[in-house]
């Protein structure tokens, strides 16, 4: 490895997704340099989850040596600061997987120096970093607090939210020791614009499941009220609407087809495998995991109804299977589950999303996606839009199509030629 000399620290992100790359590029806004470590080099070459400019930026950053990428763990040797951001799924049984952070505690402890800092930002159950990583890093022969300075700082990037900035993101901070927080301040201070300090990793684990946790469940509860808005045959969307009207005591959540991603649908289910393991279990969070599954075979169910109570050899065609809007993230997306769902009951499933060009799922099946045209919306039996991006040509969908199923809401207070039934909009059962 060899950078550029200069005054600065330098920090190895280990982990280039969602959420390393990202923070790599806010480090070396701030002057830093950075080393990316990622098994998979080849996430480099495709810098997903970054802006056009942010590419660019990292481009720049590679060429002026600023910024190196690679799978060589002893790089971590010539470093100051080390930031974990490797994935922490669940696995088949629906546990916690911490194989990833695990890993790379052992590839650590064998090349730690004196004096480094390293911090934990993948989120994991309360106690991950106290009684799984430290552990593994004090093989090093080091002493945490003494030798070497350990900090939880759970990440709260939000791939393609352009409305706030990495930095702008108030940033939570704890340390193993007084010592061990007072060092991430000294570094994060200087990266973030407002740093908040907790006392304990623990405190810092359970805010980031605590944060998602408020969002699955939220979700969950107004994703069960337009399943009843339906069956009452009243209008979740207006309802909504008119409720956000009070300024106080009301947060809108809306409907939708599940909730996807790696962070709201996983993260609960690690504090419940923790209450589990003392005995306990969450109610709300057994009951919100419950509920979105309910949503996806509602959803499924009303397409089957408004289809002539069958889907066997019905042409549908989805509009958007990423698992938020203007995004290429497709981790947990409720898409997969709905469409496996009516290739199942005999459907013939094809798909549109100006971000994703291919899906394969779980049964190997790959889908290629179509270009939306006049004669694939006239072809299609039914239309389902399950992803509201911005680029959708709804004006067209509603032109050219026969039947659609709107799950995102897209289509209110427009005109068309189609039959529209939304989710929750009361118009079907």
């Not at 090093?140 to 709260?156: C, Q, T």
């Not at 069960?224 to 609407?241: G, R, S």
């Not at 509602?298 to 289809?307: D, R, T």
Request: proline letters at 5%; one cysteine or more.
């Amino acid at each position: 490895m060899q950078m550029l000399k200069t005054n600065s620290k330098t920090v190895a992100i280990i982990g280039l997704g969602y959420v390393g790359l990202p923070l790599s590029l806010l480090f070396l806004s701030k002057n830093f340099q950075v080393v990316g470590i990622d098994l998979d080099i080849e996430k480099i070459n495709k810098l997903e989850g970054l802006t056009e400019f942010q590419k660019k930026k990292v481009k720049d950053a590679l060429i002026a040596k600023k910024f190196i990428a690679t799978s060589n763990y002893d790089a971590v040797r010539d470093v100051d600061i080390v930031v974990i951001c490797v994935p922490t799924p669940l696995n088949e049984n629906g546990k916690p997987n911490l194989s990833y952070i695990i890993d790379v505690g052992n590839k650590l402890q064998k090349r730690l120096q004196k004096g480094q800092l390293i911090i934990l930002e993948s989120s994991s159950y309360p106690g991950t970093t106290r009684d799984v990583l430290t552990p593994i890093l004090e093989k090093s022969g080091l002493m945490v607090g003494k030798d070497i300075f350990v900090s939880y700082s759970p990440e709260r990037i939000d791939p393609g939210n352009l409305q706030y900035k990495i930095e702008e993101i108030p940033k939570i901070i704890s340390g193993m020791s007084n010592e061990c927080l007072n060092k991430a301040e000294q570094i994060y201070s200087k990266v973030f614009d407002h740093v908040i300090k907790v006392s304990s990793p623990e405190i810092a684990e359970m805010a980031k499941i605590l944060e998602n946790s408020y969002r699955f469940i939220n979700i969950s509860f107004i994703d069960e009220m337009a399943i009843l808005c339906d069956y009452l045959k009243i209008d979740i969307w207006e309802v909504i609407e008119s409720a956000s009207t009070k300024p106080f005591g009301f947060s809108p959540f809306n409907p939708g087809p599940g909730i996807g991603g790696h962070c709201i649908p996983v993260d609960p289910l690690f504090l419940q495998w923790k209450l589990e393991e003392t005995g306990m279990k969450s109610e709300f969070i057994g009951l919100a995991e419950m509920g979105n599954e309910k949503i996806q075979n509602h959803i499924v169910s009303q397409i089957e109804k408004i289809n002539d109570n069958t889907l066997v050899n019905k042409e549908i065609l989805i509009c958007g299977v990423t698992y938020k809007k203007d995004s290429k993230d497709i981790r947990n997306s409720p898409a997969i589950q709905i469409i496996e769902s009516l290739l199942r009951r005999g459907a013939t499933v094809s798909f549109y999303d100006p971000f994703i060009n291919e899906l394969i799922l779980s049964n190997k099946i790959h889908l290629i996606s179509t270009p939306i045209t006049k004669k694939i919306l006239n072809k299609a039996d039914c239309v389902i839009i399950l992803t509201d991006h911005s680029s959708l040509p709804i004006d067209n969908i509603l032109k050219f199509s026969k039947l659609i199923y709107d799950t995102r809401n897209m289509t209110s207070n427009l005109i068309g030629e189609a039959k529209v039934i939304r989710l929750g909009g009361g118009e079907w059962l």
